[in-house]
């Protein structure tokens, strides 16, 4: 049976979106303090409202206190103020990468070994990211990411090269991602557009990621996923930043962590909006809507499109329950470049990752095993097909070669009952399909 629109929570989605004033600016309510600071996206299209508080902000600490509240993590480097300084040549703005909520990103280059800077394009090139103390995010979540990825080393999270606590300066120095984030090659105009391989590629590593911190020993809910939070290295391998609003999973016996709603309007999901109530599934809704991204080439949130149009979710469900309806979805930038059966098992992925019953969602290692076959899935004609343009032939050469060596891993896979069992679940098998199913409410 089809999902059904929920009317109770269209009605409680246009008084939260009010009370936020999202797309008008800041809006601060008594009860709550929390503060939507909207995020601008460099190519001027609708901005996501970010949901921080506002007492994150407030005053630094001093650094022997902020030395008791480092978690020990002796890989990681200690940089003086200065040696960023001439590492990013005074943070130049023809240096800077980007700008966020903690603050902005520069280029910058240190020795390999070390932490002296060093002449520009020799040594390690490294992202440096400064703490803006006029800004929404302060030195709680400086600290949240110096302690989670000064403990977590996994291909599919970015590398935390080190710090910088000097007076009240605050520092992060990580590894340069050379190809910025999926927001970008997603929504930025003039950019060539992702091929389906590549796709889901980001999308197979950034669950990785995702799956690796939710079965942590101590596992951590990344809270914060979105397109301008997952960077790409060279060859598109996708890598989770900017840690600062993580937090530590439940204990024992109990279900979900309680805390303010902090996160990005239109990633969050509807139950810890509702609630405060965080667990693994809020994340795992998160996921859903960047897939949703990945399929559609539409953001999350988009005042810009016509009414009915805004929230990609909500407009996208009719469709994601309906096989033949499925590739009206699809980014018309593709050009028809896809395999159907990949289209219809992504869609079936995202509907159930989207369930309004959070119970219901799969498990981000569910949602692992059933990306991975999706990376070789070939067309009918059993051959993969790139959209190119007249002046996209180097990345398209980029873009085949990623390809071919999405194939040439897949061949060691073999066969896994297990991921099997897995893909039924969650695709259509014995245990039943999510996309025909209606989600409790």
């Known amino acids: 049976m089809a999902e059904s629109t929920c009317t109770c929570w269209l009605v409680l989605g246009r008084a939260i979106s009010s009370c936020w004033g999202f797309g008008k600016g800041r809006c601060c309510t008594r009860s709550s303090k929390q503060i939507v600071q909207p995020e601008f996206p460099s190519d001027g299209t609708q901005p996501n409202g970010k949901v921080v508080s506002s007492d994150v902000a407030g005053s630094i600490p001093s650094t022997p206190k902020v030395a008791d509240e480092i978690r020990q993590a002796s890989h990681l480097r200690i940089f003086a103020f200065s040696d960023l300084r001439a590492a990013t040549r005074n943070f130049r703005p023809d240096s800077k990468l980007g700008v966020g909520g903690f603050g902005s990103v520069f280029k910058g280059w240190i020795d390999e070994h070390g932490t002296s800077a060093v002449k520009p394009g020799t040594g390690l090139t490294v992202a440096v990211k400064q703490l803006n103390h006029e800004g929404p995010q302060g030195h709680r979540e400086w600290l949240a990411e110096v302690n989670f990825l000064g403990q977590f080393h996994h291909p599919n999270l970015v590398k935390l090269i080190g710090y910088c606590i000097e007076d009240d300066h605050r520092l992060l120095v990580y590894e340069f991602m050379p190809r910025g984030s999926l927001e ?114 539409r953001r999350s949130m988009d005042k810009s499109r016509p009414s009915g149009e805004h929230n990609l979710v909500e407009w996208a469900r009719p469709f994601l ?62 051959n993969f097909h790139y959209h190119q343009t007249a002046n996209g032939m180097k990345d398209r050469h980029r873009f085949n070669s990623v390809a071919n060596s999405i194939k040439h891993q897949a061949s060691y896979q073999g066969n896994n009952h297990h991921q099997q069992n897995a893909l039924g679940r969650l695709n259509g098998g014995p245990n039943g399909n999510p996309s025909q199913q209606s989600p409790k409410h």
């Open 184 to 297: 970008n090659h997603l929504f930025r105009h003039g950019v060539l557009p992702l091929p389906w391989a590549i796709r889901i590629k980001i999308a197979f590593g950034a669950a990785k990621g995702l799956a690796f911190l939710h079965g942590a020993k101590n596992p951590v809910i990344y809270r914060d996923f979105k397109t301008s939070n997952i960077l790409l290295d060279s060859e598109y391998n996708a890598k989770l930043s900017d840690f600062g609003l993580a937090k530590d999973g439940p204990e024992g016996d109990k279900t979900h962590v309680s805390t303010r709603v902090m996160g990005t309007y239109g990633y969050a999901a509807p139950e810890y909006v509702m609630t405060g109530h965080l667990t693994s599934r809020s994340d795992v809704y998160s996921f859903g809507v960047v897939l949703l991204e990945l399929l559609t080439g």
């Open 321 to 382: 329950n309906d096989k033949r309806k499925v590739f009206r979805l699809v980014d018309h930038r593709l050009d028809g470049q896809y395999p159907l059966k990949g289209v219809q098992k992504a869609a079936a992925l995202a509907i159930a990752c989207l369930s309004r019953d959070a119970k219901s969602r799969p498990l981000m290692s569910e949602v692992v095993t059933s990306l991975e076959p999706l990376q070789i899935m070939k067309d009918a004609q059993g």
